[in-house]
């Protein structure tokens, strides 16, 4: 992808712009958080990703064709099984980097040793290690609509010696609970629910959060956190846990790079029903030079005057 940086800059800040319209939502300075790796040629992010793998992760070949990957900043140990590139290293840097736009945890999120968390599209499951590890929640629900990452990401759990902390559900999440089509390709970052059955989709199980945690009986309050990362379904995710939003204003998580209209979908909604929320918009991100950037996360929390009212 060839880039004229004046021009993306100049896109990054018309979008910017555009989002004003919610004062105090997008700094300039969270709008400018990694601009540099946006702007600059690809070429050029490539290359500083391909060296922080060698820097930073310990990588031994299993017989089975997956790779075992231990992070040499932290201990933790994950598995993986696609390629050995730059979207790896982009997903390792998100969870080491507090100034990454899209590391979830930073401010206003709020997390204690005994929040619950809700972790949508946990992939391989590098979130859900940092916050048991890192003792920052006392549960995590992962859901992992493949079926061979989600065995992995057991793996990983019982591997770093957090297996209790970690609960794995094989599932997509949605809007509402029924049967859907996801693609379970061999880049496992990529999957995503579907419309429409095809050779290279099969037929899961897809259900609402709000439906989880009363099958549950888990009650989402302030210090909990939900987060999404569901590849183009995070709005209906969001939606899909409406009620538990309603009555516990849990804190949220959720990315906005996949499609350019879900920033202001989900800020709209979510000011709809939790008025109170702090709202934060971290970053950019640009899949094609004709299009404009993509704010990349949405966080949300009630302000800390609220949290000294509000019971645990």
Not at 105 to 124: F, N, Q, Y
């Amino acid at each position: 992808m060839k880039k004229n940086p004046f021009l993306v800059a100049g896109r990054c800040y018309q979008t910017w712009r555009t989002l004003q319209r919610y004062p105090g939502v997008f700094s300039l300075g969270d709008a400018s958080r990694q601009l540099r790796q946006v702007v600059q040629p690809q070429r050029f992010t490539n290359w500083e990703l391909e060296r922080f793998i060698a820097q930073q992760l310990e990588i031994r070949n299993l017989p089975d064709g997956g790779h075992e990957i231990e992070i040499r900043r932290n201990g933790l140990i994950f598995y993986w099984t696609g390629t050995i590139s730059s979207g790896l290293a982009s997903g390792v840097l998100q969870e080491l980097d507090p100034e990454h736009p899209h590391y979830y945890t930073s401010a206003p999120v709020d997390l204690t040793p005994k929040s619950i968390v809700l972790d949508v599209g946990a992939c391989e499951g590098l979130f859900a290690l940092r916050l048991t590890k890192d003792r920052q929640a006392g549960k995590v629900h992962c859901f992992e609509p493949s079926a061979r990452t989600a065995a992995l990401l057991r793996r990983a759990a019982e591997k770093n010696g957090l297996a209790d902390q970690i609960a794995v559900k094989v599932c997509a999440v949605g809007r509402d609970s029924r049967q859907v089509y996801f693609t379970d390709l061999a880049t496992a970052e990529a999957n995503h629910v579907v419309e429409n059955g095809g050779n290279d989709t099969t037929k899961i199980q897809q259900i609402s959060l709000d439906d989880y945690c009363q099958e549950n009986s888990i009650k989402l309050k302030r210090m909990d956190l939900i987060k999404v990362d569901a590849e183009g379904a995070d709005v209906d995710v969001i939606k899909g846990a409406e009620r538990s939003i309603r009555e516990g204003s849990p804190q949220i998580a959720v990315t906005t790079y996949h499609d350019p209209g879900h920033a202001v979908q989900l800020i709209n909604f979510l000011r709809s029903i939790q008025p109170n929320y702090v709202l934060r918009l971290k970053g950019f991100t640009l899949w094609n030079t004709k299009d404009l950037p993509r704010p990349v996360l949405l966080q949300a929390a009630l302000p800390e005057n609220l949290h000294s009212k509000a019971p645990l």
